[in-house]
């Protein structure tokens, strides 16, 4: 039971945090794309202000660093943690020996954003991080007629404004949409969905006085 609850906060932290569109925020380092630490923790508060996140600082024998963060949110006696780790690094990705203190500052904002990427917020632009080059470059290709169909559907079953879900991803139709980017617009559009159907599901639950 307590299992069930516990895995319960975890996928609608997932769902909420994904369905957040990070486009707008997202900045160019090179070939990177990352998101900054202010934007990143800003909008996890606003979904949950009690979150809170902890630093654990590794040496190796070489003098390289790691630095570790680990992200936790409580809500109604249930917790749910992340952690991730990231080295310190230079500009071309190569691990720091003796790192100063602005290396290690840099990197716990960084890791901070990682972790927080794994409880579901913009996770999406790390997803050619670790794949093979012919999987990111379909994952940089437009959406398959199949997905095309499957969001004009959720569209429609939540009355969503086309236009604003267009402006939304800056694209002039549906099929411009590109492959990363359809597992975020399906669950922002499930999550509505859902939200609509718990609201009628209540409504009708509400007994009627004038009986």
């Known amino acids: 039971m307590n299992q069930q609850t516990k895995t319960s906060l975890a996928e609608s932290v997932w769902q909420n945090l994904y369905s957040i569109n990070v486009s707008q925020h997202i900045e160019k380092k090179g070939n990177l794309s990352y998101l900054s630490w202010t934007w990143a ?19 190796y024998p070489d003098g390289s660093m790691e ?12 917790k749910l943690e992340r952690m991730m780790w990231l080295p ?39 997803a050619g991080e670790d794949i093979p080059k012919a999987e990111k470059e379909a994952l940089s290709q ?23 879900f267009l402006s939304f991803y800056e694209i002039g139709h549906i ?3 590109k ?6 617009a399906y669950a922002m559009l499930r999550r509505k969905l859902e939200e609509a159907e718990r609201s009628a599901a209540q409504e009708e639950a509400i007994p009627d006085e004038s009986l």
């Open 175 to 177: 099929e411009e949409l």
């Open 179 to 184: 492959g990363h980017m359809f597992e975020q």
């Open 142 to 164: 437009p959406i398959t007629d199949d997905q095309v169909e499957t969001l004009a559907q959720l569209i429609k079953a939540t009355a969503t404004d086309i236009d604003k």
């Open 67 to 78: 630095v570790r963060v680990t992200v936790s949110i409580e809500r109604h006696g249930e």
């Open 88 to 126: 310190v690094m230079n500009h071309k990705n190569q691990a720091i020996i003796s790192p100063n203190a602005r290396d290690i500052s840099d990197a716990r904002m960084r890791c901070l954003v990682k972790c927080i990427s794994m409880l579901g917020l913009g996770s999406y632009i790390y």
């Open 41 to 59: 923790w800003q909008a996890l508060m606003e979904e949950y202000p009690q979150a809170m996140y902890s630093v654990d600082d590794r040496t």
